[in-house]
């Protein structure tokens, strides 16, 4: 009798064809290179020391397999420090910039150690790359496969979670400080945080120096393959894949999946002023987009473009994609501008482009979620059209729509329905189901939920950038006083358009996204884009936590409703027409008189009646219908049940104009409308009935 085995494939990790490879000698090291005329590996003992102590040459002849240099060392370990180095022809015009002194990256590498060194011979030294042995005891974890569906995304920093005093954690700033906090993302009840680019960036410039203005973001990249060296709490060379693993490990116990925010659009290289210290020193010319065969094309606005669609810069994303999925075992990825995956190689935005192809449909990458920021720097912008089912998409649309409603805004009562009934007009053509749709109010780029209530206007002065950068149209007001104020008329309306905001949100097909802190309020003081703040400005403060625990609570009762809650994370679209026995439509739309909506009728109040799905046999899945009544006017008015609602028991389940604990109603119990069916509706406000239990 034959005896059934576990499967190995999680338990080795993947190995990409290229950089540092662990085997029973040694360390095999192997890069590409096609326009190299000789390559060097340089060995260092310590990441403090600015010159290899051993420097070994690749035999042109033995070492060379076609386009790939390939050498193994004997005795070498994990923990050892290298760096490349490559002659070549200097020709910018023809897209050549070799330079046999440059220090050079491993696109490969697994990990970096240390931080750029400035010497008096002017030659750049960059971080250290670090061999690294994958071994690691994940204790049976496997991916956490909550269906997308039933997803609510947490998008947040990974130092700034814990950073600041406020967080009274051991670890701060570091992927072990992020599992002091899992209980509090617990209670929060999020399925998923996406985490802001974990891979490596500068942290000081090139000459060893502090960054300027910082970079506290770290939107650019510099080694796909590496967690984040800032983010350890242990400094040791390499250390930082072990913590990110055990911070991944952590999180899946507790049910919560790892999205990465992944760079694919440029490099921390810049354009032809930039420094050489990885991928141009290899093969300028196939890594970048290049027009006229010496300029850098620049849709991605950080001065160079990734050459996504050539096959040999498309074979790197997919083995990292597999290496951070095989390795680190994350969940999916967000993609930044990942519109730049769409372009050809001369840059022109193509029909069924390679690369986005072949992330969808790699087997490897199966559970995994794939996530695009569906436009770039230089125009594209193809929300709703990005890529096939397998592709959700932030949606860009979601955002601007529910603030212009909430906001008061004419005519836009019909594009919060769309929004609110899953944005089929964006998705629904391509046979794209609603949780193609990434809904979000605020992101790590603008307001946060409170800015975006407090300030008309950015104030981004700290950026030394005399506030000219980030974005002027931000869809926001302040209700009276720019920025923090005593009057309590306005926090009041400010406290209620955030409850109407996250309500939206939280009630809406599709899948949500909030921000870290937006669940209590965190303000960067009206900056909107905080890129370079590695200070107070974007660390969340847990003080923050208990002084407004009243605004926490109204989101923990959101989204424990919704993920109990069937009725508004459906898989399909909200059609109009009947969707069980009783022949009720599964959404119907009111005026506030509780007829019909008349869609022109020039006032920002409407009423929608959204049925439960159709019974199943488990009683998990059992749907309550749902009545949401909107007043974006600036005047209190009346409004009726509808007609559809019939005889039916309703409960107040919120009102975002009451005060708490009757903003909402974590047990679905709240009072029932009055005799005659109106209700009294605050100006600026939304209520949610729920009606028991078929």
């Known amino acids: 009798m034959l005896m059934r085995q576990p499967c190995p494939s999680l338990q080795f990790a993947y190995q990409p064809p290229f950089g540092a490879t662990i085997n029973n000698t040694g360390v095999q090291f192997s890069v590409f290179s096609r326009s190299a005329t000789a390559m060097r590996l340089l060995l260092y003992n310590d990441v403090a020391d600015t010159e290899p102590s051993e420097i070994i040459s690749f035999d042109r002849d033995a070492d060379r397999w076609g386009d790939v240099w390939s050498l193994n060392v004997p005795s070498l370990a994990h923990g050892q420090l290298y760096h490349f180095q490559a002659d070549g022809p200097w020709d910018p015009c023809n897209g050549h910039r070799f330079d046999p002194a440059a220090r050079l990256i491993d696109p490969y590498a697994q990990a970096l150690a240390g931080e750029f060194q400035a010497g ?34 947490y998008e947040m920093h990974v130092k700034g979670f814990t950073n600041s005093t406020t967080a009274r954690v051991e670890t701060g700033g570091s992927y072990l400080g992020v599992i002091e906090k899992i209980p509090y993302l617990k209670s929060l009840g999020i ?122 810069v498309r074979e790197m994303i997919f083995h990292c994609l597999r290496h951070w999925v095989h390795n680190y075992h994350v969940d999916g990825f967000r993609f930044d501008l990942a519109s730049i995956l769409s372009r050809d190689r001369k840059g022109n935005l193509i029909p ?95 307001f946060t939920m409170n800015d975006l209530v407090s300030f008309k206007n950015k104030h981004n002065e700290a950026n030394d950038e005399n506030n000219c950068d980030g974005d002027n149209h931000n869809i926001s007001d302040n209700y009276g006083v720019e920025g923090e104020t005593d009057i309590p008329s306005v926090n009041l309306i400010r406290d209620r358009q955030i409850k109407n905001m996250m309500s939206t ?42 002084h407004n625990r009243e605004m926490l609570r109204f989101v923990q009762t959101l989204i424990r409703f919704r993920r109990n809650q069937p009725t508004v994370r459906r898989r399909t679209y909200l059609t109009g027409k009947p969707v069980d026995e009783r022949g009720i439509p599964d959404v119907s739309w009111f005026g506030p008189d509780g007829q019909s909506l008349q869609w022109d009728q020039g006032t920002l109040a409407m009423v929608a009646h959204i049925a439960a799905p159709p019974k ?42 009451a005060p708490s604990p009757g903003d909402i109603y974590p047990d679905l119990n709240g009072p029932e409308p009055s005799g005659d069916k109106s209700v009294s509706m605050a100006h600026h406000s939304l209520k949610v009935f729920i009606g028991r239990n078929r």
């Open 120 to 153: 008096d011979d002017g030659i750049i030294r960059p971080p250290k790359c670090v061999v690294i042995d994958e071994e690691f005891d994940w204790d049976g974890d496997r991916p956490v496969r909550h269906d997308i569906s039933e997803s609510v995304i």
């Open 191 to 312: 399925t998923a945080v996406e985490l802001m680019p974990v891979n490596e960036f500068p942290i000081k410039d090139m000459h060893g120096n502090q960054l300027e203005r910082g970079n506290y973001w770290g939107y650019d990249p510099m080694a796909f393959f590496s967690p984040h060296r800032g983010y350890a709490h242990d400094r040791t060379p390499g250390a930082q894949v072990r913590e990110f693993k055990q911070m991944v490990k952590a999180l899946h116990a507790a049910g919560i999946e790892v999205i990465l925010d992944v760079v694919f659009n440029h490099t921390c290289e810049g354009n032809e002023k930039g420094p050489t210290l990885s991928f141009k020193g290899l093969e300028n010319q196939v890594y970048y987009i290049l027009s006229e065969g010496q300029h850098y094309s620049n849709y991605s606005g950080c001065g160079n473009t990734l050459n996504g669609n050539h096959p040999v």
């Open 352 to 446: 069924n482009p390679p690369m986005v192809e072949l992330i969808s449909e790699d087997p490897l990458l199966a559970d995994t979620k794939i996530i695009a920021e569906a436009w770039d720097a230089a125009g594209a912008y193809q929300v709703g059209s990005f890529g096939n089912h397998r592709w959700a998409e932030w949606n860009g649309r979601y955002r601007d729509d529910v603030r212009a409603f909430w906001r008061g805004d004419s005519g836009t009562l019909g594009s919060l329905a769309t929004r609110l009934a899953g944005s089929s007009d964006l998705y629904a053509h391509d046979g794209r189901p609603p949780f193609c749709s990434i809904n979000f109010v605020t992101s790590h780029d603008g």
């Open 505 to 546: 949100l939280l009630l809406s097909q599709g899948v949500p996204m909030l921000v870290s802190g937006d669940e209590v309020r965190r303000t960067q003081n009206g900056n909107n884009n905080a890129y370079c703040q590695d200070n107070e400005t974007s660390w969340f403060d847990w003080s923050l936590v208990e």
């Open 616 to 657: 199943t046999d488990d009683p998990e899945l059992l749907g309550r219908d749902i009545v949401m009544m909107f007043n974006s006017t600036g005047q209190d008015r009346d409004f009726f049940m509808p007609t559809v609602a019939g005889d039916s028991v309703w409960n107040l389940f919120l009102d975002t104009a």
